[in-house]
């Protein structure tokens, strides 16, 4: 597969292009982005974007934590909360 250029930190690190392509897809369909331990190991991060006025992206919002802090029991209501933050 081809890769990014991008640097693996973890083995979950996503650096190749059609991966990145289908996680953004999956993002944009469900309205928040999931760091699973791709930067650093037995972290998780949620973020959400914050929207102008024409419905472009300008900034986001996020939430991150130890994996057992943001454990997969917590997701979604997590994920929902930094959506509501956004």
Known sequence: MP?????KA???????EIR????LEEV???????DDEECRAKCRCVGAPI???LGSA??????TGALEEVGD????????????TA
Do not use: N, W
């Open 20 to 23: 990145l392509l289908t996680e």
């Open 58 to 63: 300008m900034a986001a919002t996020c939430l």
């Open 28 to 34: 944009r369909k469900q309205g928040y982005a999931l």
């Open 51 to 53: 929207f102008d006025q």
């Open 73 to 84: 029991s917590k997701l979604v209501s997590t994920a929902e909360a930094v959506k509501q």
């Open 10 to 16: 973890t083995p979950k690190t996503i650096t190749a």
């Open 3 to 7: 890769s990014l250029g991008l640097h």
